[in-house]
């Protein structure tokens, strides 16, 4: 070696090669060899102890920079859409990097919190240190737990409103936040897993009182990560969004475009109508037009609106709120097709013949004048022949609407979906919050014509974008596993049914299964467990078809102020059919898989907060009848226990083994059923019950039953302890005598 290398060229080279910084890496660079070894210690602790290397066991990192593969925690992505990561792992006084993470085609999509180990490489930009390419994703951020906080003499604790859940978090009075004792809180695990006592946490928010009107819906708002406050940006851009004229539009306002949704819905995204056709070719034929709110045109892509619309994914429904996927401005003025108002929308001309096939169809961009927002009850009761002053005017419309539809079920019928008859519940609120009543929701044809015609204007889009060649989400739905027909087969049996064997199960052939059951006692144990074999829709860029509405192909168009895949797919149309720049960008194409990745995601997580808040009704409702007897059937079986539908409220209980009369219960997995071993009575899925109340947890919407009758005979009476189990003994002495048994054989 010539001359021993400045201290800063040493520190340039650790900069620039990152992956070797051992000191042997390093004397190997500048050729540093036998005692000229010791001067480099020397001068490598120098460099540390100034700040400027960190020493992690054999290798230097120059101060504040990141080893090439890292794992990073993902942040909220900024007002451009751009998505930044951090270290996990931050000692350093420098400034931490700004990292920009790159995603690339087929990568999953990522949410703030995620965990992932990223391959890092400099930046040409001066404002971005590193930027991070997907390795894996490894993990989620801390956890999240929402309950009540309760003090203590030893500090705080909190109890999770999580049923599935019995665990408590001890609080530090450094991470109370100065919570009250009763308050609902939401707070985070800080420290590693602890092997003995509780887990420790720290409290980020507090919600407030639990028990205050309509707030039942904030715990599982705040324990499912919904986000319910739209930022400052995204309320400035939605304020700012001005209403529509006609331009290069279609003016669909001399049609009679009426809107039918249930009476306290407060946007109305569809429209319809239909009209004899006029064709001597298609006689007795109808033109059906849908015409859907042209939501694209005020959320454009990139902007502030759209990337809080896809972080929420869809709006969500609760018996007390709605947190919607756009806010007010939008949602319930601009967008919405009011009544006596001129609204932009994207609509389809669908012609349909005698027999109700389509036969050809049209999409516009256009404007159109609602004459009037029914309801459901309105518009059955007009096609019923009952008018009020809303509907008299349309008197004509409806008849030709309905008429439509009577046409469109001849073609249902030939197709075939899976028709599943199951009652939706129906809990209303007094101004106070309290439960007043729990019903089921009467279904009418008024129901099924917009199910029917949304169906079709779906089946419509999907069709033109394929014709057109643009990429779309579809709506895929897989055909139900082997297993799950196993078990459909096997409560089919129990009821003295058939689902045929050997053979690829059609819709058809579940919906004879559906039609058997209809009027028995088991219908609803049948609908229901037909439901329980489906496997759970998912948005995907590949078209996998819908095996549940028998259709090759299907996307959502008709609900883009709800839902992010209908905003994708009409940005879809506007780009197909060249109507403008507000389209569906380069951008939003590459990413489509992560995108329906990730609103698959927070669909089923707005269905958990929406059933876990419903169950909190319940219980909270039927909390001041314990001890009340009640009709119900056996809706599932497990190891622990089993649960049990009240067939008056539709509420899910749960019983116990332990609670589950006298003797041993064996749990059979081949056929989801419990034996018991001195009785051989024999409980499966679909058994009448009549049950009593034990307790009813508001808090966690947990109920715990007590089985009175079972299959119309009486169930014993279970005894303080569980029942003794065969061949087990029970005792001290009886345990002393086995072993002393064993040991002399």
């Known amino acids: 070696m010539k001359k021993f290398p400045p201290k800063e060229d040493i520190l340039t080279w650790i900069k620039d090669n990152p992956t070797k910084t051992s000191k042997r890496d390093i004397g190997r660079a500048f050729g540093i060899k036998g005692a000229a070894r010791i001067d480099l210690k020397r001068i490598l602790k120098e460099l540390t102890a100034e700040g400027h290397l960190a020493k992690k066991r054999r290798t230097y990192d120059a101060k504040g920079a990141l080893p090439p593969v890292s794992v990073l925690r993902v942040l909220a992505p900024d007002k451009d859409g751009d998505l930044w990561a951090a270290p996990m792992e931050w000692d350093s006084e420098e400034t931490m990097p700004k990292i920009l993470f790159m995603a690339a085609k087929g990568d999953p999509a990522l949410k703030q919190g995620d965990q992932i180990l990223c391959r890092l490489s400099s930046s040409d930009d001066p404002e971005i240190t590193y930027e991070a390419r997907l390795i894996r994703r490894i993990g989620t951020g801390p956890q999240k737990i929402v309950g009540l906080y309760r003090l203590g003499s030893e500090g705080g604790r909190i109890v999770p409103v999580d049923k599935k859940s019995n665990i408590e978090w001890q609080v530090g009075k450094a991470d109370d936040l100065n919570a009250k004792d009763g308050e609902l809180v939401e707070a985070e695990q800080i420290g590693p ?214 046409a469109a079920t001849k073609e249902r019928n030939r197709r075939q979906p899976l028709h599943l008859d199951l009652p939706e519940r129906k809990i209303v609120l007094s101004d106070e919050g309290v439960v007043t009543s729990v019903s089921f929701k009467e279904r009418f044809d008024a129901h099924k014509l917009v199910e029917e015609f949304m169906v079709t204007a779906n089946v419509c889009a999907a069709e033109t974008l394929e014709a057109k060649k643009w990429p779309l989400l579809y709506r895929v739905h897989e055909e139900p596993s082997p297993e799950k027909l196993d078990m459909l087969r096997e409560v089919a049996d129990a009821a003295g049914l058939q689902l045929a064997k050997g053979q690829t199960v059609r819709t058809q052939d579940l919906n004879k299964l559906l039609d058997a059951a209809k009027g028995s006692e088991d219908a609803e144990v049948i609908n229901m467990t037909v439901l329980r074999s489906m496997k759970q829709a998912f948005y995907s860029p590949d078209n996998l078809g819908h095996f549940g509405l028998n259709l090759k192909r299907y996307g959502h168009f008709t609900s883009p102020i709800r839902r992010y895949a209908d905003l994708i797919v009409h940005r879809a149309l506007i780009s197909a059919h060249g109507w403008g720049n507000d389209g569906l960008k380069s951008g939003d194409i590459e990413h489509l898989a992560q995108t329906g990745e990730w609103i698959s995601e927070t669909e089923r997580r707005s269905m958990l907060a929406e059933r876990d808040t419903t169950d909190r009704y319940l219980a909270a409702f039927l909390s001041e009848q314990v001890g009340a007897e009640f009709e119900g059937r056996v809706s599932g079986i497990a190891k622990f226990g089993l649960f049990v539908k009240l067939l008056e409220t539709g509420a899910d209980g749960i019983i116990p083994l332990s609670q589950l009369g006298r003797e041993y219960w064996r749990y059979i997995e081949r056929d989801g059923t419990l034996k018991g071993e001195d009785s051989g009575r024999v409980i499966s899925v679909g058994m009448p019950c009549k049950v009593s109340l034990v307790e009813a947890t508001a808090m966690t919407g947990g109920l715990t039953l007590e089985m009175l009758e079972l299959n119309g005979k009486p169930m014993p009476k279970s005894s303080s302890g569980r029942g003794r189990p065969r061949g087990r003994a029970f005792g001290k002495n009886k345990g002393k005598k086995r072993k002393l048994q064993r040991r002399q054989q």
């Open 193 to 406: 897993k602890a092997r003995m006592g509780l887990p420790k946490a720290k409290i980020i928010e507090i919600l407030g009182d639990p028990m205050a009107p309509k707030s039942v819906s904030l715990i599982a708002i705040h324990q499912h990560g919904i986000p319910d406050h739209f930022p400052d940006a995204v309320i400035v851009e939605a304020n700012a969004a001005k209403a529509v004229g006609l331009e290069k539009r279609k003016d669909l306002r001399g049609l009679p475009l009426f809107t039918i949704d249930p009476s306290d819905a407060r946007d109305h995204d569809d429209a319809i109508c239909a009209l004899p056709d006029d064709d001597p070719k298609n006689d007795g034929g109808h033109i059906v037009w849908v015409a859907i709110a042209d939501v694209a045109h005020f959320v454009t892509s990139g902007s502030a609106l759209d990337r809080e619309a896809r972080n929420r994914g869809n709006s969500s429904y609760f018996p007390d709120r709605v947190v919607p996927m756009l806010p007010d401005a939008l949602s319930g003025d601009l967008c919405s097709l009011h009544e006596g108002e001129d609204r932009a929308c994207i609509a389809v001309r669908i012609v349909l013949n005698a027999k109700g096939k389509k036969l050809n169809h049209e999409f516009f961009r256009a404007l159109m004048r609602s004459p009037a927002s029914l309801s459901y009850e309105q518009a059955q009761a007009a096609a019923d022949g009952t008018y009020d002053a809303a509907t008299k005017p349309l008197a004509g419309p409806i008849a030709d609407l309905f008429a439509a539809y009577h």
